[in-house]
């Protein structure tokens, strides 16, 4: 099993930055790609970011890219999302998860551990 959780979430005003991090724990070397997603009240989960393990390919939702940047930190089994430019359409729960794929993934189904979400919150 591998455990993952989110840190960093809070509420901000429109403009600033958020930076998530999310640490795992575990089994760890059985796991590769890492991805973030958010979910906002009434929506679906939707993607936000991925990163793949040992070259740090990246992939972005269209409506972040630009503003959020993915990194890991593969010694620490820690993955951040650094958040600028936050808007209130921002506002959602975070999710880290982690993938036994070794290529960047985008889909939900693709990931095998799910972090406990973290609330962010862009005020106006």
């Known amino acids: 099993q591998v455990q993952l959780v989110e840190s960093g979430g809070g509420l901000v005003q429109a403009g600033a930055s958020l930076r998530l991090s999310c640490a795992a724990s575990?089994?760890?070397?059985?796991?590769?790609?890492m991805g973030w997603f958010r979910q906002a009240p009434g929506k679906e989960r939707e993607f936000v970011a991925t990163?793949?393990?040992?070259?740090?390919?990246?992939a972005y939702a269209d409506s972040v890219k630009g503003r959020f940047t993915v990194t890991r930190d593969n010694a620490k089994n820690t993955v951040y999302l650094q958040m600028n430019n936050l808007k209130p359409e921002d506002t959602a729960v975070y999710y880290c998860?982690?993938?036994?794929?070794?290529?960047?993934?985008?889909?939900?189904?693709?990931?095998?551990?799910w972090g406990q979400g973290i609330q962010v919150t862009v005020s106006p």
């Open positions: 998860a982690a993938s036994r794929a070794s290529t960047l993934a985008r889909v939900r189904d693709l990931y095998d551990y």
């Open positions: 575990g089994r760890t070397f059985s796991t590769n790609t």
């Open positions: 990163i793949t393990k040992n070259i740090g390919l990246t």
